[in-house]
Structures are given as structure tokens and as C-alpha cells.
């Protein structure tokens, strides 16, 4: 299923020419060696480009169209056109004099073998440079010894010939096309992606811009052990995938990393996102609802999209119908592994991730500048702030958001970790009781299921949001009695009420007299008759068992909710 869909992607910004075609490839080059009719070296001018990194611009290699490279680790396999110095001068500085010429032996039979039919002034000389080339005369070479260390290096070199690439020439890429689609070692079989039958690809190209993989390409589908194998097959003739497939899918996935605007990252995932048809204004309409949700504009938009409209976005008409993708790759040495690829239409998405968002409304500080919880924030909510590393579990990060695009209950360990914060830092932010409060609405539960609400419930009945709230209010009462306080019974006492209340409130409940005693007149009434209020609720009995996971987390949502109702009757009163 991913490989037909990468490869039906293909064929769509094939469509738009915003691919390669069968066969080629974009490649980074450096240098382009001019030659002439007799296939002389005239010289090695630079083709790279200036850009800019950072506040500085630097010369990077131009990206252009060329035959596939083949992938290759230790062994030596030539490839058409474009290759690096060893291959084409016959010439490093590795210090293997006899590998060396080998590879430079290799891509001189590949040319010859490609090229020999071609009739075409290009292809003759270049065909011409490889029989006269000598390699051990290369360091002597007039037109190279301004670029010789440079070349050493392993940068890509292409072929020149008056003026124009050889790589541009008709006759050569004819030539070119014909020995790509014949080529091919493998055994015949029914391609899995296509339903073809003909020789299946035994390595498929390589895959890059997965962050953790390795940085010269990563394989997608891949099998490296007796283990993974049957029926006698080995390699990735487990998976029978043709040549065509295998470089379509690769073409179409590494595009997709390649552009950063579209992908995303979640923990240790990458994740890339695609519309049918290959319109990139639906990625982008994804990703600004996953991370900028709060302008109106877009609310609107989306409001559109969930009622079946048709919407515009970015000069595109979005239809909510339309089957969309999103694939989670993870790094696993020189291998991706899948974390998740969820097929589905754009609506359907939109819809799971805007049922996500009303789950997490709270009432906010006001100093919170977010308008929603986009999910980067939300995940550093379970996260030390103060550590040297600040990245969330990756595994709770993909599952997460699995989750959320799925609009199924979320990890366990998202709240695991929300509330072991909490314990350690005593705090409940916005982000913490959001996860509460989104965790049990998926997954319900009789002792919190009636207190998640977006702000506080003054006349609820529920002894363990009632303690949260009672304890909000004892830390109030002890700040109006000792403005300036550095600590307050939170940071001594709110772990321990909010799992054992049957024995701390009793203590706080007297330590309340105490302060209360310092306050003057009408503040004084004003909070014994909340507490009264409050205490109403217990019968003069606080629960004498341990509270479990979902009481804390009431206990938690009703401290949140009677704090940020304080704060707000105090901005209200300041305003006024």
C-alpha cells in the first residue's frame, strides 16, 4: 500500500514535470570537465552555485537532471555522465592506486558500452576522451591544478562539449534510456507495486533526509538476515518490487523529504504528508493546521472543510474528498523503519485533528499566547524543561500522533509523563490539565468523566475535583495572609493531598485557621465562607484511601480550574 501510493505520487508530479523522469535523477555537481573533438581536457570550470546559509553565502553544488546513480558502498559500479574523480580521472587521494584504476576501467566500459551506437558528435568525444585519458598523468594536468585538491575530494563531475552538457545531447540520453530499461540483473517476477512481470530490483535507491539515518541514504524496504527471508529468496527479492517501482517510489519519497516545508517532526519521526493529484496546498494546509491554528482565517477555512465545502487555499481549490497520506519514518541504522501510514481523505484528517483541538480546550492564563495547543508545545509539557535535553519519548511522541490523526485514545504515557511533572514540579500548567482532560474523554472514566469541562464547575459534587479546588483556595488564603510568600503549601504539601487527602487536609484545613486569623473583615468572610462551601461536600470526611490515577487527575483538573477562576476575578478587578 505505501509503495503504490508513492509511486501513483510519482506519476503525478511526473505529470507536472516536477520529477525526473524513468531513469534520471537530480544530482548535485561541482565541476564540469570541458572536452574537445578529439576529446582532449580543455579545462574543469565550476558549475556550483551561490546561496545563502545562515547570515553568509557559500558556492553549493547546482542540482541537476542526470542518469540515475546507482547506490554503491565498497563495491565499484560505474555511473553514466556524472561520477566523481576516481571514476572519471582515475585519480583520489585515498591512496589505493590499484582500486582506482579499476573504477576508472569500469565507467570507461560503461561508456563505451552505452555510448557505442550513439551517433552524435558528444557522444564520439567523449567515447574519445576515455580511450586517450591516462590516469597516472592527472596530477600533471595543465587544466586541473587549480581544482585538483578540490576534485580529490569526491565532488560530482559532468561532461562538456562545446558549450553545451553532454548530458543535454538527444542522442546520448537515447542511448542512456535504452541500456536503463534493459538493464537489470534480477530474476523475473510479478512486480508487488505494478502487477508486471518482468527482472525485480535486488537494492533499491537509496533514501535521504531522515534525521538519525545515515547520510548517505537510508533503505526503505530492505532485508538483511537469513532470518527475514523464505522460500529461498533473498535480498529484496522477498518483496519482488520492478525497476520502475523502485525508482518511483524512491523519487517520489526523497522529494517529499526534500521539502522541508512539508515535513514535520515528531520525536524521533519524520513524517511527510501527500494529496492525490501531488497539489502541495494541501500539505500545507495540514501542516498550518497542526502548528499556526490560532489566526481566524484559517479557522475559518477549516470550519469550511469539516461543514464538505469546497474551500480556497493558496490559490487552490481544496476538496475535502480528496485521499490524502501521511507516513511516519523512523531512523534504524541503514534502514527506515515505519512508524505509521495512514491513508485517508483530507476531510476525514482535518476532522480528527479539530476533534483533537476541543478536546484540549481549557481556560488559559492570560499571558498564554497560544490560541490552541499546536502538538510540539503540548509534548514539551511532559518534558524537564531545565534539562540538558528537552526532546519528548519518541515512541509517545509517533504514538501521540498517531492518535491524534486517527482520533483514537491517546498513549498512556502521554499522561504518564504529564503527571509525573507535575509531581516533580508541583505545577499544573495549561498544557498538563489539557492532557488530562483530552486522556479521559477518550477514555472515560466514572471518577473524573463529569468534571472535564473547559473551566471550573462551581457546583460540582465531586469529592476529588472538590479537594482540588479547596486546596487552590488554602494556598490563597495562605498568600493574602503572607503577600510575598517565596513557598506556599503547593510546594510542600500538593503531591501528598492530591494522593492522600485523608490525612494532609486535616493539617492544611488548621494551618488555614492560622492564616485566616491575619486577614482583616470582608477577605476573611469571603474565605471561610468558600471553604465552607466546599467542605459541604465530605460530611467533615476527606476519602481515606489513596487516591487512584483518574481521582488525582480530577483532583488536578479542579486546581487548575479554581486557580485560573482566581486569577481571572483578580485581572477582571485590576482592569475595572
Known amino acids: 500500500m505505501i509503495l503504490q501510493a508513492l509511486t501513483r505520487h510519482y506519476e503525478d508530479l511526473l505529470a507536472d514535470s516536477k520529477l525526473p523522469s524513468f531513469g534520471w535523477n537530480h544530482v548535485k555537481v561541482s565541476y564540469a570537465l570541458t572536452i574537445d573533438e578529439q576529446g582532449q581536457l580543455l579545462r574543469a570550470a565550476s558549475v556550483r552555485l551561490e546561496e545563502e546559509r545562515g547570515n553568509k553565502k557559500v558556492m553549493a553544488p547546482q542540482p541537476m537532471e542526470l542518469p540515475a546513480p546507482y547506490k554503491r558502498s565498497v563495491n565499484i559500479k560505474a555511473n553514466f555522465l ?123 535507491p537509496s533514501l535521504k533526509g531522515v534525521p538519525g539515518a545515515q547520510s548517505s541514504g537510508a533503505a526503505l524496504v530492505s532485508f538483511n538476515a537469513p532470518a527475514f527471508c523464505s522460500y529461498g529468496r533473498e535480498q529484496n527479492f522477498n518483496a519482488p518490487t520492478g525497476k520502475y517501482a523502485a525508482f518511483a517510489y524512491t523519487a517520489a519519497l526523497n522529494d517529499l523529504l526534500a521539502g522541508r516545508e512539508h515535513v514535520f517532526q515528531v520525536g524521533d519521526t519524520t513524517v511527510v504528508c501527500w494529496a492525490e493529484g501531488g497539489d502541495p496546498a494541501y500539505q500545507d494546509a495540514l501542516c498550518s493546521f497542526l502548528n499556526t491554528y490560532s489566526e481566524d482565517d484559517l479557522r475559518k477555512k477549516v470550519h469550511a472543510l469539516l461543514r464538505g465545502e469546497h474551500i480556497r487555499f493558496n490559490q487552490t481549490l481544496l476538496n475535502p474528498n480528496c485521499p490524502f497520506y501521511i507516513l511516519g519514518l523512523a531512523p534504524n541504522a541503514a534502514r527506515l523503519s515505519v512508524r505509521f501510514f495512514l491513508p485517508n481523505s483530507f476531510g476525514a484528517f482535518l476532522r480528527n485533528v479539530q476533534a483533537h483541538y476541543d478536546r484540549l480546550e481549557i481556560v488559559k492564563p492570560e499571558f498564554d499566547p497560544f490560541g490552541t495547543l499546536p502538538l510540539w508545545k503540548l509534548l514539551s509539557e511532559t518534558v524537564n524543561q531545565n534539562a540538558r535535553d528537552k526532546s519528548p519519548s519518541p515512541n509517545m511522541a509517533g504514538a501521540a500522533l498517531r492518535s491524534i490523526l486517527l482520533d483514537e485514545p491517546y498513549p498512556a504515557t502521554l499522561l504518564n509523563n504529564a503527571l509525573l511533572r507535575i509531581r516533580a514540579e508541583r505545577k499544573v500548567t495549561r498544557g498538563r490539565a489539557a492532557i488530562i482532560k483530552a486522556y479521559y474523554l477518550k477514555r472515560p472514566h466514572p471518577d473524573i468523566e463529569e468534571v472535564l ?124
Not at 535504452?178 to 540483473?185: I, Q, T, W
Not at 491575619?518 to 465562607?529: A, I, N, Q, S, W
Open 82 to 204: 556524472c561520477d566523481n574523480a576516481t571514476y572519471f580521472l582515475g585519480y583520489d587521494d585515498k591512496g589505493k592506486p590499484a582500486r582506482t584504476r579499476k573504477c576508472f576501467e569500469a565507467s570507461k566500459a560503461l561508456h563505451e558500452r552505452i555510448l557505442s551506437e550513439a551517433d552524435s558528435a558528444p557522444a564520439r568525444a567523449l567515447l574519445s576522451f576515455f580511450r586517450h585519458w591516462e590516469p597516472e598523468k592527472t596530477p600533471e594536468h595543465p587544466a586541473l591544478q587549480d581544482v585538483l585538491d578540490d576534485i580529490a575530494a569526491g565532488v560530482n563531475l559532468i561532461f562538456q562539449f562545446q558549450g553545451e552538457f553532454v548530458h543535454d545531447d538527444p542522442a546520448v540520453q537515447q542511448a542512456w534510456q535504452s541500456y536503463y530499461n534493459a538493464d537489470g540483473d534480477g530474476p523475473a517476477m510479478t512486480c508487488l507495486v505494478t502487477g508486471q512481470h518482468g527482472p525485480v530490483e535486488a537494492i533499491h
Open 453 to 576: 469541562t473547559v473551566s471550573r464547575i462551581p457546583d460540582s459534587k465531586n469529592p476529588y475535583y472538590t479537594l482540588g479546588r479547596l486546596f487552590a483556595v488554602l494556598e490563597a488564603v495562605q498568600s493574602a495572609a503572607n503577600p510575598g510568600i517565596n513557598a506556599t503549601i503547593k510546594d510542600r504539601y500538593f503531591n501528598s493531598a492530591s494522593s492522600m487527602p485523608g490525612h494532609i487536609f486535616p493539617v492544611l484545613l488548621n494551618l488555614s485557621q492560622k492564616h485566616l486569623r491575619k486577614l482583616e473583615g470582608g477577605l476573611r468572610v469571603y474565605y471561610e465562607k468558600q471553604i465552607a462551601q466546599l467542605l459541604d461536600v465530605f460530611d467533615d470526611q476527606f476519602p481515606s484511601q489513596p487516591l487512584s490515577l483518574p481521582q488525582q487527575g480530577a483532583f488536578q483538573l479542579g486546581y487548575y480550574h479554581e486557580t485560573q477562576a482566581r486569577y481571572q476575578k483578580k485581572e477582571d478587578s485590576e482592569n475595572a
